[in-house]
């Protein structure tokens, strides 16, 4: 079987030849199109016909060609694509290179590198690097897509101001003060009405805005300008669709073989990287939207990559502009809740229609409302938030660096001067390192800022050598990488000022304990690392110190001071200027072990948790501890969550007690000691509806999916999940609450030694408890990344960094 061929065709093939060869044949599979589908596309279709004559106004095509390339990234890569919501077509991060290739080689030899790009961009599929493309620094990417911004804005002014644009951003620069004086009043009076309608429509208030948001700003500007410039008489230039007979089709490449290359690789670059970029982006988007479960899956990089290379040899052959992932149509795709692929494609069937049947209608349009169209979305990809990122991050040489060189250069090389910048960077923060040296209150302080390499080890053995005999000494490492030469002479000095009755202290900047030896075994590493900043936990075989246990807190304290609160002090201000509003109520038990944090993925402000031994809630009027009665009124009735999970957990010493004791709980005193019971026992006794319900022969009881119970103490722990759930129900906000839609009730069981969560689906008497799928988290191998193409973007927040 070829490498390149997907696995679900392969799984295809073997299903069928594995058939019985005597057994009826299989009836032909129907097509099912969701309503979702339907009004996704046509949402679709509303923004991709008026950008996609824009692109090809700007990249200076026949404007027909923008139309093949939308219908052909509809259909094409709609079909074979591995991400099924994203929608692709004309991109405006491809409008540089591509006006390039237009003024050097002409249109038919541009076909031409788009068909040469398409098998570049199949041959990296099945050699499956989709993966590994994602790892172009997000300053450098940032920086082209700002780049590529920059000149489409600065070419478009020219149109919009009734002129033509030059060949490369500083003939446009140079020439605009000539524009300005001989400016066109009719056109830069339909750009500006364009310009008007795309910024204030989707900021229209009230109900009714909201209402007619749902049509595309983009849609809404052509038109009106469309529609003004009609009424008005204004004489203007117009899109002009000529008979598709005459439409140019690709045509054999002409020119140097160098510069062809280069070209094609330039068109594979941009177009796979914004494509993958885009596929990590929506399915960011599909997990994080309110509603019905998309059936489509998480996207297949690989095969996206060879459904972009297919619709880019078909676009190209047909004579059209190079095709990529869309941001602001995949965002409307997502947004207007496509549940397949379906959407896509027939979004590309209505673009086919359109281009056969609404040309009359479409040879309306102003050429400078397309122009104003195309230059806000330059404008846009220039984007504040990430500049202000890049600035937090220290990488503001390699996003101007390649922004300069992309608009000054063009593409290829703006890329490839930000990558060497971005080398240069890494390199000189590698081997810049500063080394202080102070005493203070009688300590000697020294303090190494920066990676800890061979290269560093002279400045570091000064800096010791300073410290006299016998003093105490307090080494603090603000790097996360110290190769073996620095631990070496780091560890010699150690032990000689040790010898020589001196006391050191090694610190670390994130972890703010001892720094142990690298070179530990095996069963005395931690395990941890992977999902916790902290390490001042008991994880190997080593103890505190005797004289350490109460400084354990405070090492916490002083490494949360020093690295954790200047990257939260920003987000505790906002939630201190405008109070909590968490989402939810989140009730577990005490247990150490238990990090709510950690298991849902949550930060300051986003829970309102509520812990006690056993994950307990008192039945109202029951007891004379009314906490947790006030804990869920509180959040029910003053913070209005909008959802309750009770989260118990395995190995639950609760849940243990009460199956060691039983009935016995039931009594206000120790059985034949007439002793009042201790608080604990007191407070156990909520726990006994629990083991009654597990009792109770006539219910099977709550069970892991796909397993029984591995013994009581687990069937103990998911059925106390399932009764304080009933008990919350009689809490009387929590019913009143439940009675008019505005809450939620969820159980939820968290296996401690598999570090599995579960969450409960069923009816009474039938509740199975349902293992959470683990997805890879695309933000831990890619780039976060806002490709915005008009009046939409992919929202940052729903990206990690």
């Given at each position: 079987?070829p490498?390149?061929?997907?696995?679900?065709?392969?799984?295809?093939?073997?299903?069928?030849?594995?058939?019985?060869?005597?057994?009826?044949?299989?009836?032909?599979?129907?097509?099912?199109?969701?309503?979702?589908?339907?009004?996704?596309?046509?949402?679709?279709?509303?923004?991709?016909?008026?950008?996609?004559?824009?692109?090809?106004?700007?990249?200076?095509?026949?404007?027909?060609?923008?139309?093949?390339?939308?219908?052909?990234?509809?259909?094409?890569?709609?079909?074979?694509?591995?991400?099924?919501l994203?929608?692709?077509?004309?991109?405006?991060?491809?409008?540089?290179?591509t006006?390039?290739?237009?003024?050097?080689?002409?249109?038919?030899?541009?076909?031409?590198?788009?068909?040469?790009?398409?098998?570049?961009?199949?041959?990296?599929?099945?050699?499956?690097?989709?993966?590994?493309?994602?790892?172009?620094?997000?300053?450098?990417?940032?920086?082209?897509?700002?780049?590529?911004?920059?000149?489409?804005?600065?070419?478009q002014?020219?149109?919009?101001?009734?002129?033509?644009?030059?060949?490369?951003?500083?003939?446009?620069?140079?020439?605009?003060?000539?524009?300005?004086?001989?400016?066109?009043?009719?056109?830069?009076?339909?750009?500006?009405?364009?310009?008007?309608?795309?910024?204030?429509?989707p900021?229209?208030?009230?109900?009714?805005?909201?209402?007619?948001?749902?049509?595309?700003?983009?849609?809404?500007?052509?038109?009106?300008?469309?529609a003004?410039?009609?009424?008005?008489?204004?004489?203007?230039?117009?899109?002009?669709?000529?008979?598709?007979?005459?439409?140019?089709?690709?045509?054999?490449?002409?020119?140097?073989?160098?510069?062809?290359?280069?070209?094609?690789?330039?068109?594979?670059?941009?177009?796979?990287?914004?494509?993958?970029?885009?596929?990590?982006?929506?399915?960011?988007?599909?997990?994080?939207r309110?509603?019905?479960?998309?059936?489509a899956?998480?996207?297949?990089?690989?095969?996206?990559?060879?459904?972009?290379?297919?619709?880019?040899?078909?676009?190209?052959?047909?004579?059209?502009?190079?095709v990529?992932?869309?941001?602001?149509?995949?965002?409307?795709?997502?947004?207007?809740?496509?549940?397949?692929?379906?959407?896509?494609?027939?979004?590309?069937?209505?673009?086919?229609?359109?281009?056969?049947?609404?040309?009359?209608?479409?040879?309306?349009?102003?050429?400078?409302?397309?122009?104003?169209?195309?230059?806000?979305?330059?404008i846009q990809?220039?984007?504040?938030?990430?500049?202000?990122?890049?600035?937090?991050?220290?990488?503001?040489?390699?996003?101007?660096?390649?922004?300069?060189?992309?608009?000054?250069?063009?593409?290829?090389?703006?890329?490839?001067?930000?990558?060497?910048?971005?080398?240069?960077?890494a390199?000189?923060?590698?081997?810049?390192?500063?080394?202080t040296h102070?005493?203070?209150?009688?300590?000697?302080?020294?303090?190494?800022?920066?990676?800890?390499?061979?290269?560093?080890?002279?400045?570091?053995?000064?800096?010791?050598?300073?410290?006299?005999?016998?003093?105490?000494?307090?080494?603090?490492?603000?790097?996360?990488?110290?190769?073996?030469?620095?631990?070496?002479?780091?560890?010699?000095?150690?032990?000689?000022h040790?010898?020589?009755?001196?006391?050191?202290?090694?610190?670390?900047?994130?972890?703010?304990?001892?720094?142990?030896?690298?070179?530990?075994?095996?069963?005395?590493?931690?395990?941890?690392?992977?999902?916790?900043?902290?390490?001042?936990?008991?994880?190997?075989?080593?103890?505190?110190?005797?004289?350490?246990?109460?400084?354990?807190?405070?090492?916490?304290?002083?490494?949360?001071?020093?690295s954790?609160?200047?990257?939260?002090?920003?987000?505790?201000?906002?939630?201190?200027?405008?109070?909590?509003?968490?989402?939810?109520?989140?009730?577990?038990?005490?247990?150490?072990?238990?990090?709510?944090?950690?298991?849902?993925?949550?930060?300051?402000?986003?829970?309102?948790?509520?812990?006690?031994?056993?994950?307990?809630?008192?039945?109202p009027?029951?007891?004379?501890?009314?906490?947790?009665?006030?804990?869920?009124?509180?959040?029910?009735?003053?913070?209005?969550?909008?959802?309750?999970?009770?989260?118990?957990?395995?190995?639950?010493?609760?849940?243990?007690?009460?199956?060691?004791?039983?009935?016995d709980?039931?009594s206000?005193?120790?059985?034949?000691?007439?002793?009042?019971?201790?608080p604990?026992?007191?407070?156990?006794?909520?726990?006994?509806?629990?083991?009654?319900?597990?009792?109770?022969?006539?219910?099977?009881?709550?069970?892991?999916?796909?397993?029984?119970?591995?013994?009581?103490?687990?069937?103990?722990?998911?059925?106390?999940?399932?009764?304080?759930?009933?008990?919350?129900?009689?809490?009387?906000s929590?019913?009143?609450?439940?009675?008019?839609?505005?809450?939620?009730?969820h159980?939820?069981?968290?296996?401690?030694?598999?570090?599995?969560?579960?969450?409960?689906?069923?009816?009474?008497?039938?509740?199975?408890?349902?293992?959470?799928?683990?997805?890879?988290?695309?933000?831990?191998?890619?780039?976060?990344?806002t490709?915005?193409?008009?009046?939409?973007?992919?929202?940052?927040?729903?990206?990690?960094?």
């Open positions: 079987m490498a390149c061929v997907p696995a679900h065709t392969a799984k295809s093939a073997r299903t069928e030849r594995s058939h019985p060869p005597h057994s009826p044949p299989r009836r032909p599979r129907r097509l099912r199109l969701a309503g979702a589908d339907l009004s996704a596309s046509v949402a679709v279709f509303l923004i991709a016909l008026p950008l996609s004559l824009g692109i090809a106004l700007a990249t200076g095509a026949p404007l027909r060609a923008g139309l093949v390339a939308a219908a052909v990234g509809g259909l094409v890569a709609g079909r074979l694509g591995g991400s099924p994203q929608v692709s077509g004309p991109a405006a991060g491809l409008t540089v290179v006006a390039d290739l237009i003024q050097r080689y002409g249109w038919r030899t541009t076909c031409a590198v788009t068909v040469l790009a398409g098998l570049a961009q199949l041959a990296l599929g099945c050699l499956r690097v989709a993966r590994g493309a994602l790892a172009v620094s997000p300053a450098v990417v940032h920086g082209m897509l700002a780049g590529i911004g920059v000149t489409i804005a600065v070419a002014v020219h149109i919009v101001l009734g002129g033509s644009p030059q060949s490369s951003v500083l003939d446009n620069l140079r020439a605009l003060p000539a524009q300005l004086t001989g400016l066109d009043p009719a056109a830069l009076a339909v750009s500006a009405l364009t310009l008007a309608v795309l910024l204030t429509w900021r229209l208030p009230g109900r009714a805005g909201r209402l007619l948001g749902r049509v595309p700003a983009a849609l809404v500007a052509v038109t009106a300008a469309t003004v410039a009609s009424l008005t008489g204004l004489v203007l230039p117009r899109v002009d669709l000529p008979s598709w007979r005459s439409h140019a089709l690709a045509g054999l490449p002409q020119g140097p073989v160098l510069g062809l290359v280069a070209a094609a690789l330039g068109t594979t670059l941009v177009c796979s990287v914004q494509s993958l970029l885009g596929a990590v982006a929506v399915d960011k988007l599909v997990a994080g309110a509603g019905p479960t998309a059936r899956g998480r996207s297949d990089l690989d095969r996206e990559l060879l459904g972009q290379g297919a619709a880019n040899v078909v676009s190209g052959a047909l004579g059209g502009l190079p990529a992932g869309v941001a602001v149509r995949s965002t409307a795709n997502v947004r207007a809740g496509a549940v397949s692929r379906n959407s896509t494609m027939l979004h590309g069937v209505l673009v086919v229609i359109a281009a056969l049947l609404m040309v009359p209608v479409l040879e309306f349009v102003p050429l400078a409302s397309l122009a104003a169209l195309v230059m806000a979305v330059g990809m220039v984007s504040p938030h990430h500049i202000r990122t890049v600035t937090r991050h220290q990488e503001v040489p390699v996003y101007a660096a390649t922004a300069l060189g992309v608009a000054a250069l063009g593409v290829l090389q703006g890329v490839a001067l930000g990558i060497a910048v971005a080398v240069a960077v390199l000189r923060r590698l081997t810049r390192t500063r080394i102070e005493e203070r209150k009688g300590f000697h302080h020294v303090h190494v800022r920066g990676q800890l390499t061979f290269l560093a080890v002279p400045r570091l053995s000064r800096a010791l050598h300073l410290v006299p005999p016998g003093a105490a000494v307090v080494v603090r490492l603000d790097g996360s990488f110290m190769d073996h030469a620095a631990y070496e002479a780091l560890q010699d000095w150690q032990r000689t040790t010898a020589q009755g001196g006391s050191v202290e090694l610190t670390g900047r994130r972890t703010g304990v001892r720094i142990a030896e690298p070179a530990a075994p095996d069963g005395a590493r931690c395990r941890c690392r992977p999902w916790t900043p902290w390490r001042n936990h008991q994880c190997g075989n080593a103890a505190p110190a005797p004289g350490d246990r109460g400084h354990r807190l405070a090492h916490g304290i002083r490494a949360f001071q020093h954790t609160a200047p990257r939260v002090r920003e987000e505790l201000a906002r939630l201190a200027r405008e109070g909590q509003r968490p989402s939810q109520l989140f009730l577990t038990c005490a247990d150490s072990r238990l990090v709510t944090s950690m298991i849902t993925s949550s930060g300051p402000g986003d829970l309102f948790v509520v812990r006690n031994v056993g994950n307990l809630v008192p039945p009027g029951q007891g004379d501890d009314d906490s947790v009665a006030a804990a869920v009124e509180y959040a029910v009735d003053v913070l209005e969550v909008r959802s309750i999970t009770v989260c118990g957990h395995s190995g639950c010493g609760a849940m243990q007690a009460l199956l060691a004791s039983g009935p709980f039931a206000d005193t120790d059985s034949g000691s007439g002793h009042t019971r201790t604990l026992g007191r407070w156990l006794r909520h726990g006994l509806p629990s083991l009654e319900r597990m009792a109770d022969d006539g219910r099977p009881g709550p069970r892991p999916a796909g397993r029984p119970p591995a013994d009581e103490v687990e069937r103990l722990c998911l059925t106390n999940v399932v009764q304080q759930l009933e008990h919350l129900r009689a809490h009387d929590v019913a009143r609450a439940l009675r008019e839609g505005a809450l939620e009730l159980g939820m069981y968290f296996h401690v030694g598999e570090a599995e969560a579960y969450l409960l689906t069923g009816a009474d008497g039938e509740e199975t408890f349902t293992r959470v799928e683990a997805t890879e988290t695309p933000q831990a191998t890619a780039p976060s990344l490709l915005s193409d008009t009046s939409g973007t992919l929202s940052e927040k729903t990206f990690q960094e």
